[in-house]
């Protein structure tokens, strides 16, 4: 099974519709992260959590909220999606050991906003 | 602010041995890392340094240069199935954030 799962996988919307991305990880990580991929611009973080209790924004963050429902689960909403975020979404877990902060990715979710 | 500057595409031959650069200006350095990431997968991790040199792991090396702010990612022996795109991605500093740069596309040719 995989560690990190994301659901759904693909979604398509319109305009103006509130969309829900939920992660779920089984590897016992504190650290979650949202982050979404767009073509010629890389990864970009929209959001990260290091406990239940911690929610900080990444470089992109407007227009998106996110939820820590527990250890194991980081949802993404898009309150009134619009077409620019249109892209590839992942969810990412990590440990924290004090030097090495490996990210595991999610199997992503392609979102199309019409 | 911070920039990770890294080829947009690559091309090589099977069985040949590759470079793919990553230059970064930020504002901290904890640490380098290089992804690989199938069209339409999930990124997958490669290789982590911290201290300058090189870090050798099966057909995949990565090297440090903190100094130069460069590092790179050497594979050889290249196989059909190494074509991917790169990504080289920094911590900045002491927020365990990753920053990536664009990703380089290799693209191995027969």
């Known amino acids: 099974d995989a560690d990190v799962t994301q659901t759904p996988r693909n979604r398509i919307t319109k305009t103006g519709k509130r969309i829900m991305l939920e992660c779920s990880q089984t590897?016992?990580?504190?650290?979650m992260y949202w982050y979404r991929q767009d073509p010629g611009l890389g990864l970009r973080l929209i959001y990260y959590?290091?406990?239940?209790?911690?929610?900080n924004k990444g470089e992109i963050s407007d227009g998106y909220s996110v939820s820590r429902q527990a250890q194991a689960k980081f949802s993404l909403s898009l309150e009134s999606a619009i077409p620019n975020q249109t892209a590839l979404y992942f969810c990412?877990?990590?440990?924290?050991?004090?030097?090495?902060?490996?990210?595991?990715f999610g199997p992503g979710t392609r979102l199309t906003v019409l | 602010g911070q920039n990770i500057d890294q080829p947009t595409e690559m091309t090589a031959t099977e069985g040949a041995i590759v470079q793919i650069n990553c230059t970064y200006q930020?504002?901290?350095?904890?640490?380098l890392f290089w992804y690989q990431q199938h069209a339409g997968e999930a990124p997958t991790f490669l290789s982590y340094?911290?201290?300058?040199g090189l870090e050798e792991k099966g057909r995949f090396s990565s090297f440090l240069s903190r100094s130069k702010g460069y590092s790179y990612l050497l594979l050889k022996e290249l196989q059909m199935k190494d074509s991917a795109s790169y990504l080289c991605?920094?911590?900045?500093?002491?927020?365990?954030?990753?920053?990536f740069g664009t990703g380089t596309l290799l693209a191995v040719q027969p």
């Open positions: 990412a877990t990590s440990d924290w050991t004090g030097a090495y902060n490996e990210q595991f």
């Open positions: 590897k016992g990580h504190d650290r």
């Open positions: 959590s290091f406990d239940v209790k911690d929610i």
């Open positions: 930020t504002s901290g350095f904890n640490g």
């Open positions: 340094n911290v201290l300058d």
């Open positions: 991605a920094v911590i900045p500093g002491a927020t365990n954030k990753l920053i």
